[in-house]
């Protein structure tokens, strides 16, 4: 790859060079023994956040919500959940994170609404409110029995039918996810201007950006066409459908186009949920970025599938580095509130989540990372009285559904982790008097230190922000890569197995370890190395023929 020759530093966004942090915040930090996080515990953990070294918080939805897909289902978009704080809290934690220049993103949830939002209460009144077309409605089809049917064969994505009969109205609506989930009617211009009214309002008060939720969902077909059946699709009889028709329109790119425009009036950042099944789909990932018109990232979750192999991983980077134009900024995920924890998937071992964090944070492309995630937490199992997702309930013990992922964040060894002094609304993982933000801390060969060192490492090194990628060749254990930029060239290897593989370094160049798992000290090093099983070597070329 040619080197690119270092930019201007004012001329690079802050989102290329940052490291954007997920909190959930139901599960973060509870400040008043509710055993729900809110905005004030938040708050009491910045200096933490500032001291990992993240430069952004993508906050999960804190708007008002009847919580049934706890908080993806807003009923007033300007305001916050009283269970999480005040608009005055969230002000301060704004200001409070400015201060140590650490970013605030919110979490716009614009393909649905609450069935309780204003917005749903008063379309459904009767067919002639004036909101009445801000939602799906459908008359449905006649059917035998003398009740209607609906309109097509979509689905829920959370189980059911996508269209729910309202009696007093006599119509179907449509809710791609729970019935208390009305999708909104995008194709409406009305209600996208009222939309992008709310994205101004938080963009005003000073957010930095917005995380906007399913963005792929926003336009369904015109046509209303029935999705062609997929055989053996998976567990769920979603799966059992191509969703060629109530997602992925081709028409949703020019509000990502319109999204961009707002964003940018205020200098506001936007990455776009592309849900797509396994193994995801980056070409259409980098439809929605638009070769620079459309949304400023969107989503890349082809790690959260890919199984411990380095070339599943190296794949998965070569395929989205090759999805996207020249413009366009990739970007890496290892977990989320929705995934399954990175921890587990890799077998739940330290040295494996060293390997994968070093993966993260020293590809060309900005890091996502989830709370928890730096020291390692994992799935937790949650007895059946105390699910709370809509999905775990729904397909309960077939699919675990979200909660064993979405547990409170165990800052301690103290009754529930730290997290709360009431009873946490998730049980805390039984692991937590071990895996533990404290114990970790004054531990040198932490998980939690190793992540620090990286994030400390980014940002000393512009290679490793800003450089140019290439894949070397190397063992097929070892997924090997050089970041370039000017005349700086460092070299990551990572051993995805638990043997020790040999590692041969470009030729002409004598290297010095930046930051390594074990084996290596301060010695340069060239020729041919043995890397140690589950082992990261990080090294910056000296010399350059
Ligand atoms: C995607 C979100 O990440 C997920 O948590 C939510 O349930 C659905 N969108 C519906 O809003």
């Not at 749903?120 to 089809?141: A, N, T």
């Not at 029995?145 to 609506?173: C, D, I, M």
């Not at 994968?356 to 995630?373: D, H, I, N, Q, S």
């Not at 409170?408 to 993982?429: C, D, H, I, K, R």
Request: overall charge neutral; hydrophobic content about 35%.
């Amino acid at each position: 790859m040619n080197p690119t020759a270092p930019p201007q530093k004012s001329q690079v966004p802050w989102w290329k060079t940052g490291v954007i942090y997920q909190i959930y915040p139901r599960s973060f930090q509870d400040s008043n023994a509710d055993g729900i996080g809110d905005l004030p515990g938040i708050l009491s953990r910045l200096d933490y956040l500032a001291d990992l070294g993240v430069d952004a918080l993508w906050l999960s939805p804190i708007n008002p919500s009847p919580m049934y897909d706890f908080g993806y289902d807003v009923s007033d978009y300007r305001g916050i959940s009283p269970e999480y704080g005040t608009l005055e809290d969230f002000q301060t934690l704004l200001d409070q994170a400015h201060r140590r220049g650490i970013r605030i993103l919110l979490d716009l949830v614009l393909n649905h609404t609450s069935h309780l939002h204003p917005w749903f209460v008063e379309s459904s009144r009767h067919r002639h409110s004036p909101k009445r077309d801000w939602y799906i409605w459908h008359d449905g089809k006649p059917s035998p029995w003398g009740k209607r049917s609906p309109p097509n064969n979509w689905l829920g994505v959370f189980g059911g039918r996508a269209w729910a009969w309202h009696e007093p109205t006599g119509q179907f609506y449509l809710h791609s996810f729970l019935p208390q989930q009305p999708d909104l009617n995008w194709r409406n211009p009305e209600l996208r201007e009222a939309l992008f009214a709310v994205m101004r309002y938080w963009l005003e008060l000073g957010v930095d950006g917005f995380r906007l939720d399913v963005v792929n969902w926003f336009i369904k077909d015109d046509r209303w066409r029935d999705n062609p059946p997929k055989p053996f699709g998976g567990l769920r009889p979603y799966e059992w459908q191509h969703h060629l028709y109530d997602k992925d329109r081709p028409e949703a790119i020019a509000i990502m186009r319109e999204i961009r425009r707002i964003a940018d009036e205020y200098g506001g950042f936007t990455v776009g949920e592309v849900f797509t099944p396994p193994p995801g789909n980056p070409e259409l990932v980098a439809a929605y970025y638009d070769q620079g018109r459309g949304l400023h990232m969107a989503f890349n979750f082809a790690f959260t599938y890919c199984p411990w192999q380095a070339e599943a991983f190296a794949g998965a980077v070569e395929r989205f580095e090759g999805a996207l134009g020249p413009q366009d900024w990739p970007n890496y995920t290892l977990s989320n509130h929705d995934q399954p924890r990175a921890f587990s998937r890799y077998g739940n071992s330290v040295a494996r989540a060293k390997v994968a964090a070093a993966m993260l944070l020293t590809l060309r492309g900005t890091p996502f990372l989830y709370y928890g995630e730096e020291i390692g937490m994992s799935n937790t199992r949650i007895p059946r009285r105390r699910l709370q997702d809509p999905l775990g309930k729904k397909y309960w013990p077939f699919h675990p559904g979200r909660d064993p992922v979405r547990t409170p964040m165990q800052w301690s060894a103290q009754a529930n982790a730290g997290f709360s002094t009431g009873e946490p609304w998730l049980p805390v993982n039984p692991n937590y008097p071990s895996v533990n933000v404290e114990a970790q801390r004054n531990d040198p060969g932490s998980l939690l230190n190793w992540y620090k060192a990286l994030l400390r490492l980014r940002k000393a090194e512009p290679a490793l922000r800003l450089g140019s990628y290439g894949r070397l060749p190397a063992h097929r254990a070892v997924f090997c890569y050089e970041r370039q930029l000017g005349e700086e060239r460092i070299l990551v290897a990572l051993n995805f197995s638990s043997a020790t593989q040999p590692l041969h370094l470009p030729m002409g160049a004598t290297w010095k370890v930046l930051l390594a798992t074990r084996g290596f000290s301060g010695e340069p090093l060239s020729g041919t190395l043995q890397l140690p099983g589950d082992g990261v070597l990080i090294l910056k070329a000296m010399a350059y023929p």
